[in-house]
Every structure is written in structure tokens, then in C-alpha cells.
């Protein structure tokens, strides 16, 4: 039996049109897919259990600091209207941290666009019955998915915000991706009154995935989340870190054209802009772009008050304001990681890829737009 949302799906007319064998589509075949995809977007947040899932995830969570800034934009535009939320994405431990920020503030809870990737097992069980989260092929290019999926998204934001990463995937270089305009286009189209994109930005002292990610730099293949989960357990012995959450001022939706192209890319290079402007510099990422093979105390700190000047200059959301702050808070967190070691009066770099990754983090806060290394 259909639910009240795939139901509505089916009469939204773009949806129709394929039901009624448009773009050279067999009506049958159409209806059966555009059924199946509906299957698998279904989705249902129950939130009183929602709220209950920090306390079983404890043991993940109390090894995060979770850090808040500008929360009170978010409410302003809650209470105006409809919310999308845009974030960068650096990792799996996203999905949990920057929604409780969300319910720590008594923010109404958001729908979640995650990979399909994550709906497998158990935790795939979680994500549709509990947390409400949408999963989404990311690379898809059947046409019928994809006026059903924005058909899908048009009618959740009738009913719910929506929070999603339009880098489209954890960055595994480190560095802010390009932003895609999937669903960006899809929430544009829901003719939604008051809608609003808020950007979003969360950085974290110590990635927990940050050996796995830096090994690959670039996403080579889907690998099955059992093995991602098994491997971030590995690293999560004597893991700690902060995350810090930082959120933007809303950019209003009827600003922007639905249906036009232009708009949608100016859209995603202004969000990217936004929320590289947000993204926290945290004393890890100061080390590891002003680090050298081997260096002293004194001249990495040296190093990174010259990085401050340039990153000041870009009005950028420092944790720290000197080389001295930064060395203190950032260099027995990356020697316990295995990623310096500190001997003879110097420091000296054990995992040249996860410090680089680091470095990556604000690389787009000191490399002028168009330049790359």
C-alpha cells in the first residue's frame, strides 16, 4: 500500500508524464521502476527514539567534543520558514554529530540524504525507521530516478527540513569539494513557500577515518560500509577530538531560479564559498600546512604565525590566533595519531599522506580560487 508521500509522488505531473510513457519510456516499465525507486526512498523519522540514539552511541560520542557557532541564525530561520541545510562532509560520524547539535538546541529535527551505501544491516534499519534518513544513488543517470527522487525531495520538504552534503561524499583529500546541484535542484523545485539553504560547516580536530581516507586521496570504488565500519573502529582506539558546527546566515531560496542553470551554479559556488568561510581552522590544520619534513619548535611556530597573517587576511574562522596557541594544542594530539613524532628538538613527519590531508582541510582558505598546488 502507498504511503501518503509516494502518493503524491505519482501526482506530481513530471512523475506523470513517465507513467504515461513520455521521453519514449514503455508506461509499464516506467511504473514499475518509479514504484521500486519509491520503495527504496521511503523513509519515516520517529523522533522520541531519535532523541533516545545518543545514549547507545555513547561510547562514540564521548570521544567528540561537539562545539556550536551562530545556532541562533538557525532558529531565525526555522521560525521563518522551511530549512535546507548544506554541509561540507568529512565524515561518517557526521550524521550523528551535527544532528545533535541540532537537538542539543532544541532545533526541529531535520530528514537526512545519505548514501546508499549506508542502508545496509542494522544501521540501514536505523536510518529508514528512526532517523529518517533518504538514501540516494549519488551517481545515477536513469532518467526515471531522477525526476522521481526530486519528486520525492519536493514532497519531504512539504513536510520536513532536509539536511544533506552537496559535496556529494566525504572528501577523502581533505580539501572542499566542488558542490553538486542534484538535490540543490530538486529543493529549488519543490515550490516550497519560505524556503531557505543554510550553510554549514563542521571541522574537527582529528578525523576519525583520516588514515583510511588519506591512504585512498581519491574515492576509488563504493567498498561495502561493514568494512569502512570495522576499519574506524581500529582507529578509534585512543581517539579523541572536537568537532565545531558552524552555521551561516540563511540564503533565501526564491532568490534563485528553479529552472535555470545559471542560477543553479552561482547557487553552488556561493555555498561553497560559504561554507569554506565557516569551516573552523583548527590548530591540526595549522600544523600540517606550515609543517616541513623536519622542523624545530620555534620555526614551525614561526611557520604558522606567517599562515595566520595570510588566513587573518582571508577572514577566516581561526581556533587560535598564534604559532605558540597552535604548537600547544595540536602537537601531542598528532604524535599519539602517528602523524609527528617529536625527538632531538624537532618535529618530524611519520604519515606524510594524513598530514597532508590536514593541510588540504584550509587549503582553500590560502591557495587563490583557480590555483592549485
Not at 583510511?212 to 581517539?239: D, H, S, T
Request: charged content about 25%; some cysteine.
Amino acid at each position: 500500500m502507498l504511503d501518503e508521500i509516494s502518493r503524491a509522488v505519482l501526482a506530481r505531473e513530471d512523475v506523470a508524464r513517465y507513467l504515461r510513457g513520455a521521453h519514449g519510456e514503455v508506461p509499464f516499465d516506467a511504473r514499475e521502476r518509479i514504484h521500486a525507486y519509491l520503495e527504496e526512498l521511503k523513509t519515516t523519522q520517529r523522533y522520541p527514539i531519535y532523541r533516545a540514539l545518543k545514549h547507545p552511541l555513547y561510547p562514540i560520542l564521548r570521544k567528540i567534543d561537539r562545539h556550536v557557532e551562530h545556532v541562533e541564525l538557525v532558529h531565525q530561520a526555522v521560525t521563518a520558514g522551511r530549512v535546507v541545510y548544506a554541509s561540507n562532509h568529512k565524515s561518517h560520524t557526521d550524521y550523528l554529530v551535527e544532528l545533535l547539535v541540532l537537538e542539543d538546541h532544541a532545533v526541529r529535527p531535520p530528514v537526512i540524504a545519505a548514501g546508499i551505501n549506508l542502508f545496509g544491516g542494522a544501521l540501514g534499519l536505523l536510518h529508514r525507521h528512526v532517523t529518517g534518513a533518504i538514501p540516494i544513488r549519488r551517481n545515477a543517470k536513469d532518467p526515471v530516478y531522477l525526476v522521481t527522487l526530486r519528486a520525492y525531495v519536493a514532497e519531504i520538504l512539504r513536510r520536513h527540513d532536509l539536511f544533506f552534503y552537496p559535496e556529494g561524499g566525504r572528501s577523502y583529500s581533505g580539501e572542499l569539494k566542488t558542490m553538486k546541484g542534484g538535490l540543490l535542484s530538486a529543493a529549488l523545485q519543490a515550490d516550497c513557500r519560505d524556503l531557505s539553504i543554510v550553510p554549514t560547516a563542521i571541522a574537527y580536530d582529528l578525523v576519525l577515518e583520516d588514515h583510511i581516507l588519506a591512504r585512498q586521496r581519491v574515492k576509488r570504488g563504493q567498498r561495502p560500509f561493514r568494512r569502512e565500519l570495522a576499519e574506524m573502529v581500529r582507529y578509534a582506539v585512543g581517539y579523541r577530538s572536537r568537532a565545531f558546527i558552524t552555521f551561516g546566515p540563511a540564503i533565501p531560496a526564491i532568490d534563485y531560479d528553479p529552472h535555470s542553470r545559471r542560477d543553479l551554479v552561482h547557487l553552488t559556488r556561493l555555498l561553497r564559498e560559504r561554507i569554506g568561510g565557516l569551516y573552523k581552522v583548527l590548530p591540526t590544520a595549522l600544523v600540517a600546512a606550515a609543517m616541513r619534513p623536519s622542523l624545530t619548535r620555534r620555526d614551525l611556530e614561526s611557520r604558522i604565525d606567517s599562515l595566520l597573517d595570510t588566513l587573518r587576511a582571508a577572514h577566516a574562522n581561526l581556533a587560535v590566533q598564534t604559532g605558540r596557541e597552535a604548537v600547544e594544542e595540536a602537537a601531542e594530539a598528532l604524535e599519539l595519531r602517528g602523524v609527528l613524532v617529536y625527538a632531538g628538538g624537532r618535529f618530524r613527519v611519520r604519515e606524510r599522506s594524513v598530514l597532508r590531508y590536514y593541510a588540504r582541510t584550509i587549503e582553500h582558505l590560502i591557495v587563490p580560487p583557480g590555483r592549485t598546488h
